[in-house]
Every structure is written in structure tokens, then in C-alpha cells.
DNA sequence: TTGTACGCGTTATCAT
DNA sequence: ATGATAACGCGTACAA
């Protein structure tokens, strides 16, 4: 009956195989895939059998890792995350962007497996896990994670990254979003500025300007527009790395920055949580926001909401961000099966600056330096759209 | 040179495999793999004209679906959830337990991949995805997905599970914890409760104490405390069952109670979230908590030290949950890659009752009902550990 | 180092 | 229409 396996000892000991249950009923090991996974090519009276067979033997129907080989697919996604997995559901911003990726592959069918882009030993998930795609979330281009993955040839969504070879890639106006903050606050008369990024690699702390630049695109770009705009108004600002983008992470920062310019009065930082450490900071200073000390943030956490006073930040949405890269992602499998070819698609998602209740003009108003704006007087609406230029 | 494959085409064309590389280098299909995966199996000048050569070619490594099916191991495990996915990363509590699963995974190089439970068209992941093991949480026992997951023989722990068939288990005190928060009402000299639980399935809205019977394992077991303590007490409890179990879904609830019970003076929610809507609508309504009326939540959610009231809750450690889980399972899988069997563990975590500001004497004190215990007065601690016993 | 025999299904192709 | 045969997918383990 078996042309391939050689070992023909009976059921119950060892693996139930397809072969098993073929060998049980007496057709082909064929005739069993097909009760399985086409049940349109035999007769059902057949079909019933077989599966009558395989419930008796135990058998839980065709083993996945050998129908991936086969077919060629796994059923799920790939994730691969600069920072720990862990960090993908502690913070909320990268929280709800996960939040939608799923809800948009778990009704198709798929799967999302989490990566670490730190290598275990001589493990590499993102070289030696199967999976049918990837969406590369603001990882670290330099990363060898980054690039085993492109090397793998997979459909491949990029996202918070700097769209080199034209891969497809959503990304959002981190820079014209953070020079909206930083215009923001010059509109308001402040002239003494502060900026909090974020790195992960060396220095950290106070750094020049010139050698400040983020690790990671987000980071780079709102570096850049802050300090683009601040430069156009004569504005030199303070700058602080700090390595953690969290509440934890943000706190000290305040007292870093007042002991290099005591007289800051507006901080400009890279995200909501690290302006929440800012904030909780400033409360046990003393220091009144945005009274004494405007905070600006970024992303539009529901945190920034949560905060009193409620923080004044730059808005992505990340639910579009996560509901964009997985179904391009999906588009591309679906490309990729069908033999096609995919059109590389690089989208930009707006951000919009929104004022909230931690920014006002600086103490001692009325003096704004050279080359700054004026304040737009009067009813100034409450929400701005940046343009889309950088 | 080959033994298998027909096509001997050449080099450049079609997928670059190891039989590809090994054709360039002139030696052995097994040699490129001992070059990849065993180094120590040849010549390091070998292996480096390999690894060249691969390179030349384009060749990314061993393709993972292959490797899986060869070693029978796919370094991911896998996420069993009933709820969607992407709640997994929406609740603070679901969130904090699977990042303490993520971090206790990936320093060890294995991915975490979740599953839904529902199947989408014939896919249904939790037969369908490759994985080396699968942590079951909180999954209708009802529902294929649990019984597909077992019968794949997998490495299994199950995590907030009636712990049926000597599986490894990780469970938490639910009952005790819910009967230690309606101790703490009845203490007060409440006689006027009502319960919120969670339930998938119908019914919903207020149903009968006969036919109020939780949906998953959590909320059976949590209500079932409550009714235990309650009756020992000579209380008849309003019952209201709701399906979403979030601050949104709990929003309603307290105006429903109320027109079944208008005189409850004590509200016990399956979750803080849940407690959250209540604690809104209670403000919206003008009822003052805890002098109107006392609300208990569970879960000791981040958010329960956010709400204002602060709020009375259970706490259960989802971060020594999750990571218990995820090592359990990792021992789980290398008993049998070792071929040894796995001792099932069923480890139960305690639950504490932490008493904060949304619990006080009902408003007309003095009148406890019948059978009540008398409230502990004076100086009783802050924090209770209920008895372990169920 | 290399040959050989799988791992376990699937996708043709062929036969009845 | 149904079912069987053969080759294939891409590696890995183990013996030679």
C-alpha cells in the first residue's frame, strides 16, 4: 500500500499521518488530503469515512508546519519591533497602532506573531520564524534584524521608517507635526525652549546641536522640525536625549534641562508620555503649567487627556496607521500568491497639532526674540493642520 | 551532482535554495547546512566558501517552513485567545499580562503569536498555524478553538481555565477574591448589592441568580464568590450580566440596576474597567461614591489608582501570571524535545483586596439585614488576603 | 564530508 | 467524476 514510508507498524504507535488514516481506510494518502482540505474532489459518503477514520485514530488533520512547507504560506504575520515585544503592549500609543493591525488580520484568517529584533543565542526571529509578511515597526535601519528580513524577500510594510528602497511603507508627518509644535510655542512668545528626544544609542543627556540626531525615523524627523522652525526664529534650543519613551522615562528630564537654562520656558517633547513625566516632575517642583512652563507632547496618547492640566500635543492616528500597514500587507501576500508583481505604495498620514491646556505664552510675556512670529491674536482655532510640506 | 532534484537549470533562475548554493560551491547539499547550522561540523575555510557563495547568490538561510518541518520545531508559541486579538493589546489588564509573556519569551529567541479563536472562512489558527507550544487564555471551553488547540498534543498551558483534564494550569483566586469583596460590602452593613458580571453569551441585561452563571472561567468563578458571601449574609443580589467587558461596557449598567433596585447601595463589578462606567455614570448622575453608594472592581487595574474616586478593587498579579505561564510552557517544550513527560503543574495565584476610596457604610448605616456580620470595626487593615480556600 | 532516508503534506498528471 | 501515482517543497538526522 505505502510507497514511501518503510516503517509498517500499526496504528497507535507513533504519528497519525495522513498516511495512517489512508492506510486505515484503504485509499490513498491523496484521498485523505483531499477529505481534508478539498472536500469538493470526493464523494461525500467517502469523505465521512475518512474523517470517521481519522476522528478514531486521533488524527487533528494536516500538521502546519508540513502544509506551510508545502503551500508555501503560514498564515501569519510577522511584527518585528525595535523595542521588546513586551513594550508593544505597555505603551499605549504602540498599544492601540498593534490594536488595529490585529483586529484587521484576525477576521481574515491571520495570525500575527510578535518579533523580537534582538538576537537569543543563535536565534534570529526575524531570519528563522516562517511567516507570509512582515510590517517593520520603527526599527533601527542599522539593525541586522531589519535587514535579515528584507533579505528574506518577504511582502514587507514599513512603518515609522525611512522609506530607502522602495518598499511600501506608512509613515506619518512626524516632521511638519513637530514643527507645528515648535511653531506653537514661538506664536506664543516663548524663546527659551527645551527639546526632549529620543535615542537609543549614545549620548544621552544634554547634547549639542549638531550632534543631535535621533535613532529611529520618528525621532530624526521631530528633531528635525523642532528644531528647523526654532532656528528660522532666531531660537537656539536646549537639548536632552533620553533613552526611555515613557512617563519613567521622561521624568528627571526636567531638572536636567532647568540646570543648563534655568530660565526655560517651553519644552518640546518627543512624546505624551515623556511630557507626562515633565508634567509630574513640574507638579513636584512647584512649577506651575502652563503658568510658569508650557509642555508640548506627541502622538495624542490617551494620556495626554488623562493629565491635568490636559496636554497640548501633535495628533497621529495611529488605528489608521495600523489598519493601512496591515492591509497593504495583506494586498502584497495576496500579490505575491498571484504570481503579481506589487506596486510599492509609500502613504503619509497627516498630523495635527492639538491645543489642550499645558501651553500658554511665557511668564514674562511681551518680549519675543528677534525674528520670532507674533502670536496670532484672537480666536486662534483650537486644532491646526499642519501642512503636508517638510 | 544532485540526487533528487530533475531540473537542472541553472543558477539565477527560480528560488535559491541550499541545493543552489551547494551546486556553486561543488560540494554536498548537507554541507551548506552544516555550514549554516552546525559550523563546527567542517572546515572553517569551507564554511566560509559557502557562506560566500550563499551570499553571491542571494541566499537568505535555511528556509524556515522547511526547518520547522525538519526539526519539528517552529520557535513560536502560541497566544489562544477567546476575545479578538486586538483586545489583547486594548485592555490594561490582558496587555500586562501578554507583555510579561512577551518578556519572559523573547530573551529565550521565541516568538508569540496570537491566535484568534474564531475561525475566519475554513482557516481557524488555532488548528491551522505552526507553533511549538500554545498558552490557552481565558478561552471558552465551549469553543472549537480549545478542543482543536488539545487535540494537536501540543505543550499546553492553560491560564484562567477550569483546569479539567491534567493540563498545566495558572489560575487565580477568583472566588476567594470575589468573596472577599463582598465580605468587605457586607462588613460595611450593605444589604442593597447588585453584581455586574461578563458573560459572552445570552442572556444579558438582568437575569435570574438561578440562571446567572458566568461565561469563561473568570466570571464564573467571581460571581459565584459573591453570590456565596452574599446569601451566608441573607442578601438576594440584582444581577446584571453584560457582554463587553470595558469602562464602555460598563456604562449602563449602574441606570439599569437601578430601575430593578433603586435603593442598591453597593455595586460588585467583574473588572475595574466595568467599575470604571460606573463610577461615570454615578458622577453624571449626581450619585456621590462611596457616600451614595460603594462600587468594588477587580483586576487592580492601573486605572483603578486613576479614577477618582480611587478605587476598591481585587488585585491579581497578571504580570507573575503571564510570566509564570510562558515559563511553565517553555519547560513544557523542553520536556519534549527531550522526549521526557511533562509533569502538569496547576498553580493558583492568591488575590488580595485592596480597599480604597469607592467603598463606605451605606448611607442609612445602622441596619444591617438579618444574618449579616457585623462590620470589624476600628482599625482593620487596608489590605486583606482572603483565605485560599474556595 | 557525503549519501540516504525521511518529515508530511500538496500540486500536478495519469488512470479508471 | 474519482482516485491513484509520482514528484516536489526544503531541509535535517544519522550512518557510512
Not at 317 to 342: F, I
Amino acid at each position: 500500500m505505502r510507497a514511501v514510508r518503510l516503517d509498517e507498524s500499526e496504528v497507535g504507535v507513533g504519528r497519525v499521518t495522513l498516511q495512517t488514516v489512508a492506510d486505515r481506510v484503504g485509499v490513498s494518502r491523496m484521498t485523505v488530503s483531499n477529505a481534508f482540505s478539498r472536500p469538493d474532489q470526493l464523494s461525500s459518503a467517502l469523505r465521512d469515512k475518512v474523517l470517521k477514520a481519522a476522528e478514531e485514530l486521533g488524527y487533528t488533520g494536516p500538521d502546519p508546519s508540513a502544509r506551510a512547507l508545502a503551500r508555501g504560506s503560514t498564515g501569519s504575520v510577522g511584527v518585528l519591533l525595535s523595542n521588546s515585544p513586551a513594550e508593544a503592549f505597555t505603551d499605549e500609543v504602540a498599544a492601540a497602532f498593534f490594536s488595529s493591525i490585529a483586529a484587521t488580520l484576525s477576521p481574515r484568517g491571520i495570525a500575527l506573531t510578535l518579533l523580537s529584533s534582538e538576537p537569543s543565542g543563535d536565534v534570529m526571529p526575524a531570519r528563522d520564524v516562517a511567516m507570509d509578511g512582515v510590517i517593520v515597526y520603527n526599527c533601527d535601519p542599522e539593525s541586522g534584524a531589519r535587514e535579515q528580513v528584507e533579505r528574506r524577500k518577504l511582502p514587507l510594510v514599513l512603518v515609522d521608517q525611512p522609506n530607502t528602497r522602495g518598499f511600501s511603507s506608512v509613515n506619518v508627518e512626524d516632521r511638519s507635526g513637530a514643527r507645528a509644535a515648535a511653531q506653537h510655542v514661538v506664536d506664543l512668545g516663548h524663546s527659551r525652549v527645551a527639546l526632549i528626544g529620543k535615542t537609543g544609542v549614545p549620548p544621552f543627556g544634554i547634547v549639542e546641536s549638531s550632534s543631535a540626531k535621533g535613532q529611529g525615523y520618528a525621532s530624526t524627523e521631530r528633531l528635525a522640525g523642532w528644531i528647523e522652525v526654532l532656528t528660522e526664529a532666531g531660537i537656539e534650543p536646549v537639548i536632552l536625549q533620553e533613552p526611555i519613551d515613557s512617563t519613567a522615562g521622561g521624568r528627571g528630564a526636567l531638572k536636567a534641562i532647568l540646570e543648563v537654562q534655568p530660565d526655560t520656558t517651553a519644552i518640546l517633547a518627543f512624546s505624551d508620555a515623556m511630557a507626562a513625566g515633565v508634567l509630574l516632575d513640574a507638579h513636584d517642583a512647584g512649577i506651575s503649567v502652563p503658568d510658569q512652563l508650557s509642555v508640548v507632547g506627541f502622538d495624542d496618547n490617551p494620556l495626554a487627556t488623562r493629565l491635568r492640566p490636559q496636554l497640548t500635543t501633535v495628533r497621529q492616528d495611529v488605528t489608521e496607521k495600523g489598519r493601512l500597514a496591515a492591509s497593504m500587507l495583506v494586498e502584497a501576500m495576496a500579490d505575491r500568491r498571484a504570481g503579481r508583481p506589487t506596486e510599492p505604495r509609500a502613504v503619509t498620514l497627516t498630523t495635527e497639532l492639538v491645543v489642550r491646556d499645558s501651553t500658554a505664552p511665557p511668564p514674562r510675556a511681551g518680549k519675543p526674540p528677534e525674528g520670532a512670529k507674533r502670536p496670532q491674536d484672537g480666536k486662534r482655532p483650537r486644532t491646526r493642520r499642519p501642512s503636508a510640506r517638510a
